[in-house]
């Protein structure tokens, strides 16, 4: 993601909190960083906060070294330089399982074997042009989740030149993860945001978790023990004109999109970062078959 984030045109985030007045109380402390290429913050209420925010922060970097593009040593960099992976963290098949489910539910509008063109698309709008058709078809030969053999034991690519971009769910998967170390630990006040948004019992002065959605004037949604993810085509671009977003469809090899923003509250921040990427390529009777329980909102 810190590629894209540097180099394309951004929306400043995807949902942000409102302001409140933090209590004066020894148990509340927060934290501010980057996760994956994107503002991170960290609000807990518990006696011990500072030393569950280190082993939270402890947990995000471990988890980078996962799923990380732009770390060339990442199990992720080394599966997109090799073309497999031998004895992959439980974690990175465990999130490979759950795009699975996601591409299999979106008749495959959420594909993160679209790396490929996604490089495509950024080295030709860098240099000023664009990917000719030629090019897209070819790339397209790269790609499809169908050809992604994945165990315990080994991550294999079926063709040549195929990679993954987890960027479409990891930051969702993360924040599942970092508020699951903090359940296990007894807490049961806190608001993990990696990118994407997931919360556990009330804020410090006892008011529900809200968070405003970015792109839609004016609406808040409350957190209760769920998570929160938007995507917006245009909240990336490829060009410096910000008229071509960076959500491609898999299908095509072209960038789509149906939506100006999706938003998607679900137990899971891991499903709601994937659903939402999706989304903003499907119809609204598509995203009704495929949202299963979770609430969506959509704008444009």
């Not at 007045?21 to 994107?38: E, F």
């Not at 790609?143 to 992604?148: A, E, F, N, P, S």
């Not at 630990?185 to 978790?209: F, H, K, M, S, Y």
């Not at 023990?225 to 071509?244: E, I, K, N, Q, R």
């Amino acid at each position: 993601m810190t590629t894209r984030r540097r180099f394309f045109s951004i929306l400043a985030g995807a949902a942000v909190l409102p302001a409140f007045g933090m209590p004066a109380s020894a148990n509340v402390a927060q934290w501010r960083g980057i996760a994956l290429g994107a503002e991170a913050r960290i609000i807990l209420d518990h006696p011990d906060a500072d030393r569950l925010i280190a082993v939270a922060v402890s947990e995000i970097q471990r988890l980078e070294n996962i799923f990380s593009l732009y770390r060339s040593n990442s199990q992720l960099s080394r599966l997109n330089r090799n073309g497999s992976l031998q004895n992959p963290a439980f974690e990175m098949v465990e999130l490979l399982s759950i795009c699975s489910n996601l591409n299999a539910r979106t008749n495959g509008a959420f594909d993160p074997s679209i790396q490929p063109l996604w490089a495509l698309h950024a080295a030709a709008y860098s240099a000023g042009s664009t990917p000719d058709a030629k090019d897209i078809s070819r790339t397209l030969e790269m790609t499809g989740w169908q050809h992604i053999r994945f165990s315990p034991d080994e991550i294999h690519f079926e063709r040549r030149g195929m990679a993954l971009t987890l960027n479409g769910i990891a930051q969702g998967f993360i924040a599942d993860k970092v508020t699951d170390l903090f359940r296990l630990n007894g807490v049961e006040n806190v608001l993990v945001n990696t990118g994407e948004i997931a919360a556990l019992g009330v804020q410090p002065d006892g008011r529900e978790w809200q968070v405003e959605l970015k792109g839609f004037k004016g609406r808040h949604v409350t957190l209760r023990g769920t998570a929160v993810a938007t995507s917006a085509p245009l909240g990336t671009t490829f060009d410096a004109g910000g008229t071509v977003g960076h959500i491609l469809d898999p299908r095509t090899g072209y960038p789509g999109g149906i939506w100006e923003s999706v938003s998607v509250i679900s137990n899971s921040a891991a499903e709601a970062d994937g659903l939402s990427t999706a989304f903003c390529l499907m119809t609204q009777p598509e995203i009704s078959a495929a949202k299963g329980q979770n609430e969506v909102y959509l704008k444009g």
